[in-house]
C-alpha cells in the first residue's frame, strides 16, 4: 500500500525558514512527478512546487525565489525548502505523487499525503 507521509512543519517566525520532507513507501516505482500544495483555511488547495522525474521543477509565482523543491530517489523523498517565510505562507502542505505504480503493468494512479501544518507568526 503506497502511503506519503510528510514531516517538517511546525510554528515559524515571519522571515524564517522550514524544510519540509515527504517520503514515499510501498512502491519500487518513482513517481513520474512530485509536488507540494498548501491549503489555506477559506480557500482552495494550490500548487507550490512540482518536479518531475527529469528534476524539472516549477514553482507558484508566490514562492519564486523562496521555496525549493527538490527529490533524492535513493530515499524515496521529495522536499520542500521554505526561506524568507510569510503569514500568508501559513497553510496544511500536501505532498502527491502524479502516476505512480505499484506494479509493472499495473495501472498508475496519483496519491497524496495527510498533510503537514505550517503556521508562520507575524
Known amino acids: 500500500q503506497v502511503q506519503l507521509l510528510e514531516s517538517g512543519g511546525g510554528l515559524v517566525q515571519a522571515g524564517g525558514s522550514r524544510r519540509l520532507s515527504c517520503v514515499v513507501s510501498g512502491t519500487i516505482f518513482r513517481a513520474n512527478a512530485m509536488g507540494w500544495y498548501r491549503q489555506a483555511p477559506g480557500k482552495q488547495r494550490e500548487l507550490v512546487a512540482s518536479?518531475?522525474?527529469?528534476?524539472?521543477?516549477n514553482y507558484a509565482d508566490s514562492v519564486k525565489g523562496r521555496f525549493t523543491i527538490s527529490r533524492d530517489n535513493a530515499k524515496n523523498t521529495v522536499y520542500l525548502q521554505m526561506n524568507n517565510l510569510k503569514p500568508e505562507d501559513t497553510a496544511v502542505y500536501y505532498c502527491k505523487a502524479d502516476n505512480l505504480k505499484t506494479t509493472l503493468w499495473g495501472k498508475p494512479y496519483d496519491y497524496w499525503g495527510q498533510g503537514t501544518q505550517v503556521t508562520v507568526s507575524s
Open positions: 518536479i518531475t522525474d527529469g528534476d524539472n521543477t
